[in-house]
């Protein structure tokens, strides 16, 4: 079908406003925030906005019955290409309709499409004191759409946990248009158990199975304090063993962040004013609770990891976290001064390995970096084990872009083989569909077994997540 035909059709199911046909247009929607999306184009041939679920139900009937590829997209934020048409057809952006439909405080819960900005519906639960947990970095631009499609968190995940803990329920409008709602989407009972967990089959689907068109999640009440504690550690092996000297000490800390020696570096040389003491290890600690609960947590974090640092400093005082905290804010923005003509790029930026391998993996990535002659700077979430690598290099040089993408195809196959993953938070989407088989095996054809009774027609968000089979056996 060409693109005039397609257009004609949209525009006699959603009218003109709804449907995006211009070559500019198309443009901006070619790319997401990834590495890779700004060394490829892939430019689709429609772009439609619609805001209800008759009109994604009607548009998905169009493009089953004539086999057209559908994207669905929130905001465009995802690092893994995961909203673009990488096979053409139609591009869904759903990040226009925004409506929260109910906040129900009785029920400690809310009801949202799909397009709403994480940063907005915490701004509307603060009002009655309560809030949605997971807490991207990207929470000011990314849709709960695409939060959910991709199971987003963040560096409060150590406690409390991803998006999935939350989505109650779910509408789904199917490949074939049918629409189908999961779990407790009609009920507003926080408990449910009834049926198979097809919820949980969506939450991280990255758009490969359906559109998520409404969501029921569940929120918590706002805690009323927080403090932050700063761990200076002259060994890198005492920076994982002091978060478990936490845990073992009953405590769980709401972030703990890493920075190595390589990020240290990069937040000197970006805000010399920061300071940060020079070693091979910082943790910066959150807890967060009630006044008292937050002192009691604060101090004996201190006490717990003090025979392994060189320095330590607890504070709740707004000002002084603010600046305890400023090391690790500024991190990614920092990571690119480490070289004067360089730019931080996403490439294998976010593996993820158990805590014990957390320093072994840091040194091995160094080595990968010396190998193939990029620099990087690490830091990440090491309470859960989620490591941050922003390889630096000047992108416009085509053959340091090839040495990035080489280091990253190199971390992706550490991260496994540490038996850890090659994502903690921004998903597979297309860079990483082809490591679906070396980590998850025999499983990817049962995953390719649910897409095909959901998804005949292979038109949902194809090749992401993992490749048809003749992709996946060309990987090893
Ligand atoms: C500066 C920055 C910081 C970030 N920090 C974090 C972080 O801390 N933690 C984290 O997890 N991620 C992070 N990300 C990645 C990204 O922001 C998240 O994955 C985010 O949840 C994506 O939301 P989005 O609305 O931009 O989705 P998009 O990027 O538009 O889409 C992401 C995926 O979801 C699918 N999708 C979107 N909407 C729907 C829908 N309604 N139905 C079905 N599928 C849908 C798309 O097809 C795609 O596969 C960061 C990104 C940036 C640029």
Redesign the pocket.
């Known amino acids: 079908m060409d693109r005039k035909q397609l257009g004609q059709a949209m525009m006699a199911l959603l009218g003109p406003d709804k449907v995006l046909t211009e070559e500019l247009d198309l443009l901006y929607y070619s790319y997401?925030?990834s590495f890779h999306a700004r060394n490829h184009r892939f430019v689709p041939d429609i772009v439609v906005t619609p805001q209800s679920t008759e009109e994604v139900s009607q548009i998905m009937q169009y493009a089953y019955t004539h086999g057209i590829p559908v994207?669905?997209?929130?905001?465009?934020?995802?690092?893994t290409c995961?909203?673009v048409a990488v096979q053409g057809g139609i591009v869904m952006d759903?990040s226009k309709w925004q409506t929260i439909e109910e906040i129900d405080t009785a029920n400690m819960q809310v009801l949202v499409r799909?397009g709403v900005i994480h940063a907005n519906l915490n701004k509307e639960l603060a009002k009655y004191g309560l809030f949605f947990p997971p807490d991207?970095?990207?929470t000011r631009?990314?849709?709960i759409?695409?939060?959910i499609?991709?199971n987003?968190?963040?560096l409060r995940a150590v406690k409390y946990g991803t998006t999935e803990q939350y989505i109650l329920g779910l509408e789904v409008v199917l490949p074939d248009g049918r629409v189908i709602t999961t779990g407790g989407i009609k009920s507003r009972a926080i408990k449910n158990v009834s049926g198979l967990n097809l919820t949980k089959l969506f939450v991280g689907s990255?758009?490969t199975l359906g559109?998520?068109t409404k969501a029921r999640i569940r929120v918590w009440p706002k805690p009323k304090a927080r403090g932050i504690l700063m761990a200076v550690f002259p060994k890198l092996e005492d920076a994982p063993a002091a978060v478990l000297d936490v845990y073992q000490g009953g405590i769980l800390p709401s972030g703990i962040e890493i920075l190595d020696e390589s990020a240290i570096q990069a937040v000197n040389m970006y805000k010399p004013e920061i300071n940060l003491p020079n070693a091979q290890a910082i943790l910066i600690f959150e807890v967060d609770g009630n006044p008292a609960s937050v002192e009691y947590e604060g101090n004996r974090i201190a006490e717990i990891v003090k025979p392994r640092t060189s320095q330590v400093e607890w504070s709740t005082e707004p000002k002084r976290m603010a600046q305890l905290w400023e090391g690790r804010g500024v991190v990614a923005t920092a990571a690119a001064r480490v070289r004067e003509d360089g730019s931080r790029v996403f490439a294998g930026e976010d593996i993820s390995v158990p805590l014990a391998k957390v320093a072994d993996t840091l040194r091995a990535i160094r080595s990968l970096g010396d190998k193939y002659g990029v620099r990087v700077v690490n830091y990440g979430h090491i309470g859960d084990g989620n490591v941050h690598t922003a390889p630096v290099i000047d992108p416009e040089l085509p053959e340091e872009v090839e040495r990035a993408n080489q280091l990253a195809d190199a971390i992706h196959r550490l991260a496994i083989e540490m038996n850890g993953s090659t994502t903690g938070?921004?998903?597979v989407?297309y860079v990483r569909a082809r490591y679906a088989p070396l980590e998850h095996g025999p499983a990817v054809d049962v995953m390719a077994a649910i897409k095909q009774t959901l998804d005949p027609k292979g038109i949902m968000?194809p090749l992401?997540v993992f490749l048809p089979e003749e992709g996946i056996n060309s990987v090893s």
């Not at 994207?71 to 690092?79: L, V």
């Open positions: 997401d925030s994207t669905p997209r929130g905001a465009g934020s995802g690092e995961g909203s759903l799909p991207p970095g990207s631009m990314c849709t759409g695409g939060m499609a991709n987003s968190s963040g990255e758009g559109v998520i938070e921004h998903g989407g968000n992401k």
